[in-house]
């Protein structure tokens, strides 16, 4: 269901369960987790999530199980931890992390996304949450992220009305960050970059305490010596 594959600092997770337009059963989100806490120890320098599948980013959460999670409660707790242990994992990577949309991305796959740190569309992206359409609810942190992207208003508008938008409107209220463009391109550039420096720049962006001490400590770094290296020999940096 997940695939990985890693390219020089890039890495890749693939979202390859074509049988079900990408969507993810509880193994397949604990399978994601996995993934991911391995990256967060590895050195790689930026990740994307992408798809195998043409034509589909991911259906979300696979909606055959759920009617095992309305007679079962405690199959309610397994899927909500495991949603949450590979989504909150995504958004706590240190390195960039970069979804790439191109078709249907829908309910926890739009969560998927807004985990990472950068969302980019292709022409055929489309983003609908429907969960008031099912009769059940969104994760706190999910709606969370929404409304910190998008505004409460816009994040109302998709969770009431269940209703798709395509990659033009998604770019315009903020969803997304790209409107077309090469993913892993975007990657190898943020990969080429002083990985350090783009941590540090992450933690910032996310808010993490400690950044003045960041700040001042980037300045008697090896990456710093590199740099000015580079700049004063008229040379592309070698991080």
Not at 46 to 58: D, K, L, M, N, T
Not at 121 to 145: E, K, M, Q, T
Not at 194 to 209: E, F, M, S
């Amino acid at each position: 269901m997940i695939d990985f594959t890693r390219d020089g600092a890039v890495a890749t997770l693939w979202l390859a369960r074509g049988s079900a337009r990408n969507a993810l059963p509880i193994a397949g989100w604990q399978q994601l987790a996995a993934h991911v806490a391995d990256l967060a120890v590895s050195d790689a320098r930026a990740v994307v999530i992408a798809s195998r599948e043409p034509g589909v980013f991911s259906a979300g959460a696979d909606i055959a199980e759920f009617g095992g999670l309305q007679r079962d409660p405690a199959r309610r707790t397994l899927f909500r931890e495991s949603l949450s242990a590979a989504i909150e994992g995504v958004a706590r990577l240190p390195m960039p992390v970069i979804a790439a949309v191109d078709g249907g991305c829908f309910g926890a796959a739009v969560a998927l996304a807004l985990a990472c740190d950068m969302i980019v569309a292709g022409d055929g992206a489309r983003f609908a949450i429907p969960p008031a359409r099912l009769g059940i609810l969104y994760p706190p942190a999910d709606v969370a992220r929404l409304v910190a992207a998008v505004g409460r208003g816009q994040a109302a508008r998709l969770f009431y009305t269940g209703d798709a938008i395509d990659a033009d409107e998604a770019f315009a209220i903020g969803l997304t960050q790209q409107r077309g463009g090469d993913a892993q391109a975007l990657a190898t550039r943020i990969a080429a970059n002083a990985p350090g420096a783009v941590r540090g720049l992450k933690l910032a962006i996310d808010g993490v305490t400690g950044g003045e001490a960041r700040f001042d400590a980037a300045f008697g770094g090896a990456e710093l010596a590199e740099g000015l290296a580079a700049f004063h020999g008229r040379r592309p940096p070698e991080f």
